[in-house]
């Protein structure tokens, strides 16, 4: 279930408009690797220092493609993809590698996933 508090904020294209409460996701906590892996084991015959070392193999390789500028299909997860950003030039030949200012990971969910948080329930929950 997915909780959230209620939040006073300002809508920044209406300034001068009173303030309005909005959703706001409240996280339920952190999951690490290794609770995960000893999920995983427990549901399957592979022990959970096997599947944290396949996990840990995946992430490597995730760095490596991503870095190689490869578009990462992670099955029903998504998509992980290298994106630049940068000053513009007049012409083709002007652009060069110093006209990029900014690189970073764009993360784009699969359906499923989509669907999967679409339909999670929802609760308010009190501001603690």
Not at 104 to 117: A, E, G, N, Q, Y
């Amino acid at each position: 279930m997915i909780t959230f508090k209620a939040v006073e904020r300002r809508n920044p294209q209406l300034p001068d408009d009173p303030k309005k409460f909005y959703p706001l996701v409240k996280s339920t906590g952190t999951i690490d690797v290794r609770t995960i892996s000893e999920e995983l084991s427990d549901a399957s015959t592979l022990n959970s220092v096997d599947i944290r070392a396949v996990l840990f193999g995946l992430e490597k390789s995730l760095l490596k493609y991503l870095q190689d500028g490869y578009i990462v299909k992670f099955g029903d997860l998504g998509t992980f993809r290298p994106s630049v950003s940068g000053t513009g030039a007049d012409t083709a030949d002007e652009l060069t590698a110093s006209s990029v200012t900014k690189k970073r990971i764009l993360f784009t969910p699969s359906p499923l996933l989509k669907r999967t948080v679409a339909t999670a329930p929802v609760k308010k929950v009190q501001d603690v």
